[in-house]
């Protein structure tokens, strides 16, 4: 018997909608740009959401239903406009500085 667990299935179900969410939004907020400011972008859009870990994202999935899946979708595009707002802010700040 193994005495190390494999951990490297599980992540937060939302990571891979934020990451979308962030990419399609990159145009609308111009002074955000480069990788760093999008991945802080996720960070703080993620750190908006309640956390959800999965190994499997159809196993989620199933549970919801259809109103909960448009709450979700919701609530990552809210929280996703609000980290490019916060960022957004931070780099004007630092540009007046």
Known sequence: MSTVADFASIRNHHE???????????????????????ADVACVALNRLP???IRHSVDFLFYLTE????ELEKAVQAAVKHAFEFV????AMRARG
């Open 67 to 70: 109103r909960e899946r448009g």
């Open 16 to 38: 891979q909608a934020v990451f979308e969410a962030v990419l399609a939004q990159r145009n609308v907020y111009p002074a955000v740009t480069g990788d760093e400011l999008l």
């Open 88 to 91: 957004q802010a931070r780099v």
């Open 51 to 53: 956390a959800r870990y």
